[in-house]
């Protein structure tokens, strides 16, 4: 086995960029392989009834604007009058599977949500045309009780929250993760040296937002391991009961644990805001709709807590870039404001007056959308129009099955579930069936897998000879496999992360077999070194 395989300049890189890199390495490996990438989250599923759904709005759209301009390229406004009945007469519901469904999406935002009809019909076509800023800036009207049904659906395991929900749509969930810290810092509700829990192992970029960094906040962590089936543990929790601890920062399910917060462990949380009541809690729900049964931590702490979402992972819409951030109308954000001293509330009047005769009065959730465009272009803040009506008509593919199974969803629990079994049949390792696991990524351990198919002895010889990248980098040079490195992400030493999202589902079987074949020729060194 070569020793020293790991270029010493990948030691300082992130997850992300080391995997890169390993994939120049996996495209010319040496056994001549298929090259397969499992490192990345990207799926390979679309939904496409959504997708077509929008096209028809745009076609439709398009006609009714010729009914005001009709030039050569060029065409009016739609007209508001009449045009929930103009739409329904473009529809063909009976030869027309996806006219279908928008004439049932039409009839369930009528009967269930009391939405106007013309008004909800021009919201959604001159959202998909794209022919005006987006009014209200922060959302549009009808989307935000839309998206509040669909994240109360989805997200909140029967907590009855829509009503009471404020939301602001974003460029993915990166973007609503960067205008949350930006805006928690503007407003002083996060510090410099203020003590931050996050839940490890976590996706990377939150240890590494530099304008975190600046602030030398001090990192709790909730540890969850291997042992525990990377559930986070009642004493992990009780960290939290410290009122010096300021805010909790949360991917639940967890990346790349993969892992819901169980039952308990979001009983445990809202035991923990009754000492500490001042918790602001941060959780990151992309995950949400791949585990069984899942309830959100927003679901059981409103008050404390904000939620981003993405529609990214589930719908497979990365490159549409479709995020939201969700706060409850009464929140504790609010209430600190107001608490701010008189010498910072006087520095954040000045800051926001430029948008508002009363500055004190503006909500968080508002604060958001002005900061996310330097407070200065608020007016022309807010996600596209496009990108808003089509995280609305993802959300009424989920909605307009009402009390029945989303078999969409159940197609994308199947998916990776079956590729995660696959995976951990190979490797002949035992599969977790319990309802937290979202199946979405593996974790494996090497070190673990070398003690469990050969011995401990030869477990020591591995931890002791090689860095934690000489697996994965031979791995990628050898065998043509890219996988990420799970110490990126705070998990412990030698854990591989796998991604069952972004390869066609016969290829799992065959990383598995190759990790075990890679083992396999590093045993066969450390039986040379006996002798
Ligand atoms: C993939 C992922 C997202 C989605 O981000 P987008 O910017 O919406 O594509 C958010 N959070 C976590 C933890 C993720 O892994």
């Known amino acids: 086995m070569t020793k020293g395989a790991v270029p010493e300049q990948l030691t300082h890189l992130g997850a992300f960029e080391i995997s890169f890199e390993m994939l120049k390495l996996a495209q010319k490996n040496q056994k001549n392989n298929i090259f397969l990438n499992a490192g990345r989250g990207n799926p390979n599923w ?157 996706f990377t970029p939150y240890l590494q937002i530099p304008e975190l960094q600046e602030y030398d906040l001090v990192e709790v962590l909730l540890n969850s391991d291997e042992k525990n089936h990377w559930n986070i543990s009642a004493d992990e929790i009780d960290k939290l009961s410290d009122p010096s ?15 819901a917060f169980s039952l308990s462990a979001l009983t445990e949380i809202e035991k923990i805001i009754t000492k500490n009541p001042a918790l602001m809690i941060i959780t990151d729900d992309v995950y949400g709709t791949f585990a069984k049964d899942f309830q959100s931590v927003y679901a059981v702490v409103p008050r404390n807590t904000i939620l981003v979402y993405s529609f990214s992972k589930l719908y497979g819409a990365t490159g549409w870039r479709l995020g939201l951030i969700a706060l409850r109308k009464d929140n504790i954000f609010d209430a600190m404001l107001k608490k701010l001293p008189e010498t910072e ?55 307009v099955m009402r009390d029945r199974e989303d078999a969409y969803f159940t197609a994308c629990e199947n998916l990776v579930a079956l590729r995660y079994e696959d995976l951990h049949q190979a490797l002949k390792i035992q599969p977790d069936e319990s309802p937290e696991n979202a199946k979405y990524y593996s974790l494996i351990n090497i070190y673990h897998l070398a003690e469990t198919r050969y011995d401990a002895d030869f477990r020591h010889y591995l931890e002791a000879n090689f860095d934690h990248l000489d697996f994965l980098v031979n791995l990628a040079q050898k065998n043509g496999v890219v996988l990420m490195d799970g110490m990126g992400f705070g998990a412990g030493d030698g854990t591989l992360r796998i991604s069952q999202a972004n390869l066609p589902t016969e290829d799992y079987y065959l990383i598995g077999k190759q990790i075990l074949e890679l083992l396999g020729e590093y045993h066969a060194d450390y039986q040379k070194t006996l002798h």
């Open 345 to 399: 509330r006087q520095e954040l009047d000045t800051r926001y007056e430029i948008i508002t005769k009363h500055p004190r009065k503006l909500p968080f959730i508002e604060r958001l959308a002005a900061d996310s465009r330097s407070v200065g272009l608020y007016h022309t803040s807010g996600l596209s129009t496009p990108q808003q009506i089509m995280e609305v008509l993802f959300s009424l593919t989920h909605l």
């Open 46 to 202: 679309i939904n496409t009834k959504a997708r077509l759904a929008f096209n028809r709005l745009v076609e439709f759209g398009i006609k009714d604007s010729l009914r005001t301009i009709n030039e050569h390229d060029m065409a009016g406004y739609t007209q508001l009058r009449g045009i929930a009945q103009r739409f329904e007469a473009f529809l063909d519901p009976e030869e027309n599977r996806i006219d279908e469904f928008l004439v049932d999406a039409l009839s369930y935002c009528r009967l269930e949500l009391h939405l106007t009809p013309d008004a909800l019909v021009k919201e959604l076509v001159d959202g998909a045309i794209g022919n005006n800023y987006p009014v209200p800036s922060r959302v549009l009207s009808n989307t935000e009780i839309i998206l509040n049904r669909y994240l109360e659906k989805a997200l909140y395991g029967g907590a009855q929250l829509a009503n009471h929900t404020q939301i602001f749509p974003t460029e993915g969930g990166t973007a609503a993760i960067v205008y949350l810290f930006n805006s928690l810092k503007y407003n002083h509700l996060i510090k410099p040296g203020d003590k931050i829990a996050i839940n490890t192992p976590i």
């Open 245 to 259: 601890i300021k805010a909790l920062f949360i991917v639940n399910p967890s990346n790349p644990g993969s892992r």
